[in-house]
């Protein structure tokens, strides 16, 4: 008798802990993105009265005088993920490619190693070394050195997303290609590139939003630039560059300032999330 | 159609190289075309830096010529002029002599404004405080510890001072406004002088670190009972307080233009490098200082041209002259006549290729 | 696991018919198009090969970089460097105790906060919600979380986060900075979440069903499965994503840097340790970098640098392996 009631207590007490440990988690899960949602509702309200047209058009005023627009940090910013862009990817895919092709090769394991270790660089010594390879050397700051610093960042992310495409293509698919008698390197130009070109274009877009944030590696190379500047070889200015610059300010108008960029900035990276989403879900085909 | 395969190849091989390999290159051609649009670039101190970007911005309406000026504080100016990766320099600290020293060519200094650091704080109703050095120098050593301080109390008699801690709130880069400060200090307390010493950079007992005059303005405006030194336009703009400063003569200064200008009214060496804290002038404010603009005497180096040098003694030359109508609406003082005469003569003296230079003035 | 993505099933037909044509066409051609294609591709090998040298190239140089940069400091500082706590540029001494100390705090903190909140999403993720709009928001929105810039948070933690930093130090009767170390641990540990619950959410599917089905079928509850089963077992791989995401967190610059409070003095009592300002490895540097003035300084600088890729480099890879071993077994 008194043993099947404490079952029964026990039972219930174990049915009871579980329940409490599922709401439990559920709990944390909630709170966790609950700083996402915080960040931002307050970007949009304090961001959205300072974006017009005029926002995207003006040159920032000088300190102290209100209005002022960041048309220089949006060229900038253009500009940087170009250059980072043009570097990292031809040589990202490429490696992507020989990677795939050569995968027990000593050479390969050395490839992969670096890769590896060049994407957890912290982005401030990235920045350290462009300033000693670019800076120095050329004698003064400019878009390249901070383009080059990008783009050493954005090079991991398109080697990997490369390299981990091509290994999902069905190898039924190059060898009927070199079967018909097509030439290695056109099977893989022609049929294991495109069909991978999903892939890589997810992995140019993910590095793309990856660098389009980063302020730190190029707090010594780009430099900043209250002026429109198109020349690779001055400084320009950038988007998270002038969102710490006028977030660290006293003054209430830059504030405003840094919001609206800040909107801009996270609309921008966001996009590319998405868009990178449903670029992956249409594109995707089961073999 | 073996053409339009073999086309495309080629095209991918050319794209990579191109792309990889040449960028570097052409960009290195792309500098020199654009001589003639002069941009030139300026870096260092951020005490005169609302005065800097509104002169700046003007210059450019005038004369088409685009002046980038990074405000990254005046270690950075100095570090930044050593490396010649900057046209020109800014500091509130002239640069001594071992830094001279170690500098490859001669480095000119010209002053471009008096400015005044004041002490700034965040107390409620923003009360006018009074202090004295040793005050000042004992709350930044961390003796004095509480805004109720009695010797604080016995300077401000009236005033209804909290019992709250106080926050001290100094600059975390190596800084110009920081050097003016801790000279000042450094002059009128000993123990200032045997614990801290004077520097752009310090090794601070106690306090937050903020990056340049608008981070410690923005840190103290955050801060209730915080206490801060910043350059007096932060304040103004920011609406801070500040307090009035006992100076030498025994009188409470307001920081103001006529006080730091009746500070800088003396004899200016030939260099124009120059203290000018703890003046001995009866109204003059303590913690005055000229700030300079930095540069090379010879100009030619990192394959400058010619016109490039010529755009910017051109821009020296009107910042010392016209650019000053614009200082006393930022509360800068002007330069005294004499420091412009200085200035005068060093930019005359600035050579390309050892040869005078014959430049718009 | 076949699944794939492509955009292109068209181009193997259209090589195809394409082929054909050509040959039909002439054999002459087939014959010295061979002969192009061998010049062609050793071309084609020769640039996938430079490229991957060029990335080894990329890490050797940045490693080489560093080092002949800081071999001033590190032959004026010697070992020194690593054990003296003062840091002071007038005087010429550098010691790296307050960034090492303060970059160890900031990690460690954030991961401690981190960790219920990540392993409870990747938990959720895994073992409760596998379909439906709720994991699909979750991931979403971690996902977005992981995307928002360094400097935004930095930005936000500073209108936010401070505050509410403040008014702790306030109740607990010490200054009210404000901007310390707590305030940047906080901000890490939101900014990690998403990091370490993306390598927790990709372990624990990684357990076998059979033991979880054997661990339901005894009568336990889901509870029970997961703290003494699925837990258990994928103990190494969340450890592993926990070392990643410590990794992560040491090399963050920005907001930390904003948040921070950037004061180089080593904390004398153990609440001002977490409470009052302090400086990690990378902020110093982004602080300091531009400025310093003389050789030793900068080359100081660069050298922390360097101990910061040593160390990021050294928990990579451990993390790494310790993944690795982990998916195998």
Known sequence: ?287 | MKHSRRNIFVMFLSVLMALTAVSPASAAGQGETKAKNAELLGAGATFPYPLYSKMFDEYNKLFGVKVNYQAIGSGGGIRQMLSKTVDFGGTDAFMSDKELAKADGTILHIPTCLGAVVVTYNLEGSPKLKLTSDVIADAFLGKITKWNDERIKALNPGVKLPDQNITIVHRSDGSGTTFIFSDYLTKVSKDWKKQIGRGKALNWPVGVGGKGNPGVAGLVKQTSGAMGYVELIYTLQNKMPYALIKNKSGNFIEPSLETVSQAANIDIPADTRVSITDTDAENGYPVSSFTWLIFYKEQNYNKKSLDQVKALLSLLWWVEHNGQKYNEALEYARLPEAAVKRAEVILKSVVYNGKKIDFKQ | MQELITSDNGSIADMQTENIKKRSNSFDAVASSHKNNMGAEKTFNAVLLIMGIVVILILAGILVSLFVESIPAIKYNGFGFLINNVWDPVTDRYGAVPFLLGTLLTSFLALVISIPFSLAVSIVLAEYLKEGWIPAILKSATDLLAGVPSVIYGFWGLFLITPIVRKIELSLNLPPYGVSILAASIILAIMIIPYSASIAREVIPLVPVDIKEASYSLGATKYETIKTIILKYSMSGILAGIVLSLGRAIGETMAVTMLIGNSNILPKNFLSLIFNPGNTMASVIANEFTEATGNIYLSSLVEIGLLLFIVSFILNVIGKRIIRKFVIE
Do not use: C
């Open chain 1, 1 to 287: 008798m008194m043993n099947n009631v404490d079952t029964d207590k026990h039972f219930k007490l174990r049915k009871l802990k579980n329940k409490v440990f599922k709401y439990f988690l559920y709990f944390l899960s909630g709170l966790s993105i609950i700083p996402l949602i915080l960040i931002i509702l307050h970007i949009i309200k304090n961001g959205i009265s300072a974006v017009n047209i005029k926002f995207f058009t003006s040159m920032p005023k000088p300190v102290g005088e209100s209005g002022g627009g960041i048309l220089n940090a949006i060229v900038g910013t253009l500009m940087l993920v170009t250059i980072a862009s043009v570097m990292a990817i031809p040589v990202g895919i490429s490696t992507g490619i020989y990677l795939n092709e050569h995968r027990k090769n000593r050479l390969s394991y050395y490839i992969q190693l670096s890769a590896e270790v060049l994407q957890s660089i912290p982005s401030i010594v990235i920045g350290i070394v462009a300033w000693i390879w670019i800076v120095l050397p050329m004698g003064h700051f400019s878009a390249l050195s901070g383009g080059i610093a990008l783009g050493i960042m954005m090079l991991p992310t398109i080697i990997k997303s490369t390299e981990e495409t091509l290994k999902l293509i069905p190898h039924s698919l190059k060898e009927a290609s070199l079967a018909l008698g097509v030439p290695y390197y056109k099977t893989i130009l022609k049929v294991l590139l495109p069909a991978s070109l999903s892939g890589i274009v997810t992995g140019i877009l993910i590095g793309i939003a990856r660098i389009a944030g980063e302020t730190a590696p190029l707090l010594f190379t780009a430099f900043g630039n209250p002026f429109l500047n198109f020349s690779i070889t001055k400084p320009v200015a950038s988007l998270p560059l002038l969102i710490f610059n006028y977030a660290t300010s006293p003054y209430d108008d830059w504030h405003k300032i840094a919001w609206g960029a800040s909107l801009v900035l996270i609309t921008f990276i966001f996009t590319l999330n998405i868009f990178t989403r449903l670029f992956t879900k249409k594109y995707k085909v089961k073999f």
